[in-house]
């Protein structure tokens, strides 16, 4: 059956509102962990000073200087178990990947491009998903690398969709 160009002007400008969505989540997260690394680790280096400080002067019990110097290493602690900055990398690569594939549906593609070819782009975005879920699942889930550096990630899936496998 054979579709209108208004049908694939409908269909690209779809993708389109879908990719720029996807771009505009990853930026905001990418910003959020980046932020968050950021703030921890200022907070741990301003408390780690203060412990200084107050433990040279007699401002405070050393029960209180021993809780204030014990924040560093919990916020340390805290940032590497959830990995906001490699997170916020890993959000970043997705988004510029994502950036990629609109690029490509607007400016390397016909003014209106087949029904064919706006299938192949989306079918990227699929695979770069895909992609970006193994890279999750091996490095940034949530587990005890930040004490045990033998533990590792388990992949949430195996293999690929029959869809997303590449044509041998």
Same mark, same amino acid.
């Given at each position: 059956?054979?579709?209108?160009?208004?049908?694939?002007? %409908? /269909? !690209?400008?779809a993708?389109?509102? $879908? *990719?720029?969505?996807?771009?505009?989540?990853?930026?905001?997260r @990418?910003?959020?962990?980046?932020?968050?690394?950021?703030?921890?680790?200022?907070?741990?280096?301003?408390?780690?000073?203060?412990?200084?400080?107050?433990?040279?002067?007699?401002?405070?019990?050393?029960?209180?200087?021993?809780?204030?110097?014990?924040?560093?290493?919990?916020?340390?602690?805290?940032?590497?178990?959830?990995?906001?900055?490699?997170?916020?990398?890993?959000? %970043? /690569? !997705?988004?510029?990947?994502?950036? $990629? *594939?609109?690029?490509?549906?607007?400016?390397?593609?016909?003014? @209106?491009?087949?029904?064919?070819?706006?299938?192949?782009?989306?079918?990227?975005?699929?695979?770069?998903?895909?992609?970006?879920?193994?890279?999750w699942?091996?490095?940034?889930?949530?587990?005890?690398?930040?004490?045990?550096?033998?533990?590792?990630?388990?992949?949430?899936?195996?293999?690929?969709?029959?869809?997303?496998?590449?044509?041998?």
């Amino acid at each position: 059956m054979e579709y209108s160009t208004q049908e694939e002007t %409908k /269909r !690209k400008d779809a993708l389109i509102t $879908d *990719l720029n969505v996807a771009i505009n989540f990853e930026d905001s997260r @990418t910003k959020w962990n980046h932020a968050t690394s950021f703030i921890l680790l200022l907070l741990a280096i301003v408390a780690s000073g203060m412990a200084a400080i107050l433990g040279l002067g007699s401002v405070l019990s050393a029960r209180w200087i021993g809780v204030i110097a014990l924040l560093p290493t919990l916020l340390v602690l805290f940032e590497r178990s959830f990995k906001f900055e490699q997170r916020g990398s890993w959000h %970043k /690569r !997705k988004r510029n990947r994502l950036e $990629d *594939l609109r690029d490509q549906l607007i400016y390397q593609q016909p003014a @209106t491009p087949s029904l064919d070819q706006i299938a192949a782009i989306n079918k990227k975005k699929h695979q770069l998903n895909y992609q970006m879920q193994q890279e999750w699942d091996t490095g940034l889930l949530l587990n005890w690398t930040a004490i045990d550096t033998h533990a590792r990630g388990v992949s949430q899936t195996k293999e690929p969709p029959q869809s997303l496998q590449q044509a041998k």
